[in-house]
């Protein structure tokens, strides 16, 4: 079945670095992928979403690209800010049943001043 | 517009009784979702609804937990004898769109003693 994997549990970095969490999945249809973001005691929230057509989703200065020869849709931004730490999640659903989501166990995103 | 409502948003129980959480999603969101979150973990799929129908309920641990939409608009998840393992918080997602984007309430926080 299908499947999301987020290795790092936690990730500290300076703030102005830069920023990447890894996301890998296993799915046997076409997939489309999610990241979502939830800040403490707030309900997640999407970030962005891939896109069909191969265009790379951008939202807040985060930016994901789709590599199906990899199964990855890692989450990348330029200069980290205080503001982004959270917990990020990845998530998954595919073309024959696209309403069915599920997600990666996360990664807690801590940047520091 | 409103977001997706939920209640209780905490319980505490002891182990063998039980609890129904409510759920009122975006007006006009065809597809309701429950998910169970433990604590540091990512949100795992119960039960999710189109309408009024169960479209998959496989991850639902039938023989405590129920979940009904009985008229496609609200929706009520009852957990019947609950036991230590049952303490997460269960999310309420909803989603109206074909690019599949869950709208998230709250989420109600359960603890069982």
């Known amino acids: 079945g299908d499947s999301v994997t987020q290795t790092e549990g936690l990730v500290t970095l300076t703030e102005g670095l830069p920023v990447m969490l890894n996301c890998t999945y296993q799915?046997?249809?076409?997939?489309?992928l999610f990241w979502y973001v939830q800040h403490l005691n707030e309900a997640p929230k999407l970030l962005l979403k891939?896109?069909?057509?191969?265009k790379r989703p951008e939202h807040q200065g985060f930016h994901a690209t789709l590599h199906k020869s990899s199964s990855s849709f890692h989450l990348q931004k330029s200069s980290a800010q205080l503001s982004d730490s959270a917990l990020y999640y990845c998530?998954?659903?595919?073309?024959?049943?696209?309403?069915?989501?599920?997600f990666g166990k996360g990664t807690h995103l801590h940047v520091l001043p | 517009e409103a977001g997706v409502t939920q209640s209780p948003r905490y319980a505490v129980l002891q182990e063998g009784q039980a609890v129904s959480f409510w759920c009122d999603p975006i007006?006009?969101?065809?597809?309701l979702y429950w998910y169970q979150q433990p604590r540091d973990q990512g949100p795992q799929l119960l039960v999710y609804?189109?309408?009024?129908?169960?479209?998959?309920n496989s991850q639902l641990p039938s023989d405590r937990f129920s979940a009904v939409r009985p008229k496609g608009t609200n929706s009520t998840l009852k957990i019947q004898s609950a036991k230590q393992g049952d303490t997460a918080t269960y999310l309420c997602?909803?989603?109206?769109?074909?690019?599949?984007?869950?709208?998230f309430g709250e989420g109600s926080r359960l603890i069982v003693v």
């Open positions: 997602a909803s989603s109206g769109d074909s690019g599949n984007t869950l709208y």
């Open positions: 799915s046997t249809y076409s997939p489309f």
């Open positions: 891939s896109f069909t057509d191969n």
């Open positions: 998530a998954l659903s595919d073309a024959t049943n696209a309403y069915k989501v599920i």
């Open positions: 007006s006009g969101h065809d597809t």
């Open positions: 609804f189109r309408d009024e129908a169960v479209i998959d």
